[in-house]
């Protein structure tokens, strides 16, 4: 790909995003604790600290969806994959400002810090050390008979699904009685850190806990796999040798 | 509401994306971002059936998915670097040592 | 949501938290030692500690069911008979790796406490009561493995084994973490007892009916049936042999819990389970094809790791017939429970011996390699015989009693005999291969200079000793084992 072009149309989608999710911020509830001041002031020049309307939020979600949308096309359709990295990064930034349209302020933020931010570095690191681009057969080449039952699973779970997303209507009460048909208001601290922290420390005590195996085990997993290990023997050291100087 | 249905929509729109992207690239390392899509749209899922019912429990479930994610692609690129040293490359199509 | 846990809770989930503990605890010892030589006994030891602390829970457990951390835990007799299979299969699969580490010289200190974190998701899936519980336990596990599987980068088949094994494992990650999406819009729960007495309002929803069939599905693909088990044979092969074993024995098992646990649970609901879209009709099929598709194949191996990989897809097939009687005779998992146990010990003893005959750069996979070992080395080809009479099902071994009973109580019904008669008829076809090693130690001469040549190592001959100890005993007397089974009932 032209390399010029690769920037400018980058630089054109952050600014994109950028207005949109100065909008999307203003919308994010102003007492909460999600939002930095800052980004509140200047979310507040945009928008004039009024909130947007439902249908503006309507058409910034269908805006920011569809982006996340052509993202993804992008990051599976892309042979280079440090362009197809760049695109997942625009479908991820894209879903963390839905996810400030939907009040998840908390989740918002660790959406773009955690993921858009720190996987996404790892998978550009990766990409540029192991993923220099080859001739590369798109198309099902392999397993075709499985392959195709899953991708027809998928699109048949689609085609079933969303009739039932499009009629999705219902606020329950604790017994799961439909109560009422309309979207819940939500108070102003509804997703914050307070909100999710109380969550994360009464009822998900245990998860918080047990996530940090999880993690330990990625970790030393990650370690003992990638570690470059040579042999004792003279004939592996040989080999080694030979490899390394292969690389 | 309208706002949220047509959300979750798009959601199972890219989880279709993510599952295709699996089906059709050789590349690993694409796979992988597929799979990340994949979880991705179960995140979204999960934050929008969370608004719709005004509770929270989806953003406990989210948080976790976010580290789970994190953990995969650490584990699934450290043994992506493992397969392009013995193997010197990425590409699914070439790791064909063991018959069927 | 209001805070609901005590602190006492957490010494609820001393099993659990002392395997974890104990995990840190090797890998603080290979960070101060400079020989890795006593980590395999060390993580041994502690896992037989673990055993000590969960069979103390097994005796004392007072209620049928006890559930801590405001539902994300479940203790009950089943989780805790589950809890002994996987930190028994732990004990022997690191006493195993201990012997073929050191011989191969490929993995360093990390292994033994990968081993132990994977079996702290094991244990986490086998208590679950809440699906985030289930993912974080599955994705443990998982994770562990993957790496485990990877562990020999300097073995081509190795590292590619880990990631076909990877990728196959996070795209049915992510189905799982979809299907429970769709579970938690329709019934807004995802706590499994509370979506169970839900599901009377669902009857016919598609996002509760599609999300428990994606859940299903991410299970099936765990234990390898067979539209699901594409990994399988290559990720066995690949892998370093004493983590094909642990594969076979506690990721299946673990899988499998959590299928039990599922069915007692979240697929009890009428509309679910039965009617010809039903769960139990799709794993009728399911379970047919496995044995016989995993049993046909198995046939025409000649390398013996990659037989026993096919040999153990068709046991799934069989585990899963038990599960399907599960649920029609009235929620009794003692026939899978037992099974599960005696099949884990067995394979980690049959892998355990593959992984005995193979010297460093000569790993003598190959059942052509196997031959006249009887004559040279009696103590391993006898091993390897009980192991794959056990596997076969032909007494006086713990296979024959646990095949037997997991028939005899699937017979109970009606609607499961011809399924019974198809797993009979495949049992008689699986004897065929398992006497293929066997024909080959004892009547087939070497020829020439010997060629498989077992190491020499302590441990290893401990493990195996002591697994088949255990086949034998479970085969002679089993039954204290039986009673213990039958009492491990599952808590609501």
Same mark, same amino acid.
Request: overall charge positive; some cysteine.
């Given at each position: ?24 911020? @203003? ?37 920011? @969806? ?182 | ?100 | ?48 500690? $673990? ?140 706590? %499994? ?108 191996? #000649? ?43 067995? #394979? ?9 005959? $193979? ?56 609607? %499961? ?76």
């Amino acid at each position: 790909m032209d390399r010029r072009k690769l920037y400018v149309s980058l630089l054109l989608a952050a600014a994109a995003l950028l207005l949109i999710s100065s909008v999307a911020l @203003a919308q994010a509830p102003s007492t909460s604790g999600g939002v930095a001041p800052h980004a509140q002031f200047y979310a507040g020049k945009l928008a004039s600290s009024k909130k947007l309307s439902p249908l503006a939020m309507l058409w910034a979600m269908r805006v920011l @969806a569809g982006l996340m949308l052509v993202g993804g096309i992008f990051t599976i359709g892309s042979r280079n994959p440090v362009v197809a990295a760049l695109c997942l990064v625009g479908t991820l930034f894209c879903t963390g400002i839905i996810f400030l349209l939907l009040h998840a302020t908390f989740i918002a933020a660790i959406q773009v810090l955690v993921y858009a931010g720190a996987i996404m570095v790892l998978f550009v690191f990766v990409v540029m050390s192991v993923g220099h681009p080859e001739r590369e057969e798109i198309g099902l080449s392999r397993g075709i008979i499985s392959k195709l039952i899953g991708g027809a699973f998928a699109v048949m779970l689609l085609l079933r699904v969303s009739p039932v997303y499009m009629s999705y209507q219902r606020t329950v009460n604790a017994a799961g009685e439909i109560i009422s048909k309309a979207m819940p208001p939500v108070s102003s601290k509804y997703g914050n850190v307070e909100h999710v922290g109380k969550l994360l420390f009464s009822d998900y005590l245990f998860p918080f806990e047990a996530i940090s195996i999880l993690l330990l085990v990625a970790i030393v997993g990650a370690v003992m796999v990638t570690r470059h290990r040579r042999r004792d023997d003279n004939k592996g050291a040989a080999a080694a040798a030979a490899s390394a100087g292969e690389g | 509401m309208t706002m949220i249905n047509e959300l979750l929509v798009f959601a199972a729109v890219l989880f279709v994306i993510g599952v295709i992207g699996v089906i059709i690239r050789r590349n690993t390392l694409i796979v992988l971002m597929s799979v990340e899509l994949m979880l991705n749209a179960a995140n979204l899922t999960f934050i929008a059936f969370s608004r719709a019912r005004g509770d929270v429990l989806g953003h406990g479930f989210t948080l976790m998915i976010i580290a789970l994610a994190a953990a995969e692609a650490a584990v699934g690129l450290a043994i992506v670097v493992a397969v392009f040293r013995s193997h010197k490359t990425v590409n699914v199509d070439k790791f064909n040592l063991m018959k069927r | 949501m209001s805070s609901a846990f005590k602190m006492a809770d957490f010494s609820f989930a001393a099993p659990i938290i002392f395997v974890a503990l104990w995990a840190c605890v090797v890998l603080l010892a290979s960070a101060f030692s400079t020989k890795s030589s006593k980590l395999g006994p060390l993580t041994a030891f502690g896992f037989v500690i $673990g055993l000590v602390i969960t069979g103390y829970f097994w005796t004392a457990l007072e209620q049928p069911r006890m559930s801590v951390f405001s539902g994300m835990l479940v203790l009950d007799r089943f989780s805790l008979f589950l809890d002994m299979i996987f930190l028994l299969a732990g004990l022997l699969t690191s006493l195993v790796a201990h012997g073929y580490v050191e011989e191969h010289g490929f993995a360093e200190s990390e292994f033994y406490a990968v081993i132990a974190l994977s079996v702290v998701g094991m244990m986490l899936m086998g208590h679950a009561g809440d699906f985030i519980i289930v993912v974080i336990g599955l994705e443990t596990m998982s994770l562990g493995v993957y790496s485990l599987v990877a562990s020999w980068t300097d073995k081509r088949k190795s590292t590619e084994a880990g990631l076909k094994y990877f990728v196959m494992g996070a795209v049915a990650s992510g189905f799982l973490v979809y299907g429970i999406a769709l579970l938690y819009g329709a019934t807004g729960s995802t706590r %499994l007892l509370v979506i169970t007495s839900r599901a009377a309002a669902h009857i016919g929803d598609p996002l509760y009916i599609i999300g428990l069939f994606m859940v299903f599905g991410a299970l099936a693909f765990k234990v390898a049936l067979v539209p699901f088990h594409m990994w399988t044979p290559d990720a066995y092969e690949g892998a370093p042999t004493p983590i094909t074993g642990f594969m076979a024995a506690a990721v299946k098992t673990a899988g499998f819990g959590l299928l039990v646990r599922a069915v007692s649970t979240i697929f009890s609901g009428e509309s679910f389970a039965y009617g010809s879209t039903g769960w139990i009709n799709i794993a009728w099929m399911l379970s047919m094809l496995t044995m016989t598709v995993g049993n046909v194949l198995a046939l025409r191996q #000649t390398n013996i790791k990659r037989m026993l990989a096919y040999s153990s897809i068709a046991h799934a097939g069989y585990i899963m017939l038990g599960v399907i009687a599960i649920p029609v005779l009235g929620l009794d998992p003692s026939a899978v429970l037992l099974y599960l146990l005696q099949y884990a010990v067995t #394979t980690i003893g049959a892998f355990g011996v593959v992984a005995w005959v $193979g010297r460093r750069d000569a790993e003598n996979t190959g059942l052509e390699q196997w031959a006249g070992l009887g004559a040279r080395k009696p103590a391993a080809a006898l091993a390897m015989t009980i192991f794959m009479l056990s596997l076969g099902g032909i007494p006086p071994t713990a296979g024959f009693f646990a095949k037997l009973y997991l028939f005899k109580s699937a017979m109970g019904h009606p609607s %499961l005999l011809i399924l019974v008669v198809i797993a009979a008829i495949n049992s008689v076809i699986s004897i065929f291969y398992y006497l293929k090693p066997i024909v080959a130690m004892y009547f087939r001469d070497a020829g020439g200079e010997p060629i498989a040549e077992p190491m020499r190592s302590s441990s290893l001959s401990v493990a195996i000793t002591l697994a088949a100890i255990i086949v034998f005993l479970l085969g002679m007397v089993p039954g204290s084992a039986l009673e213990m089974a039958i009492k491990s009932t599952i808590g609501g």
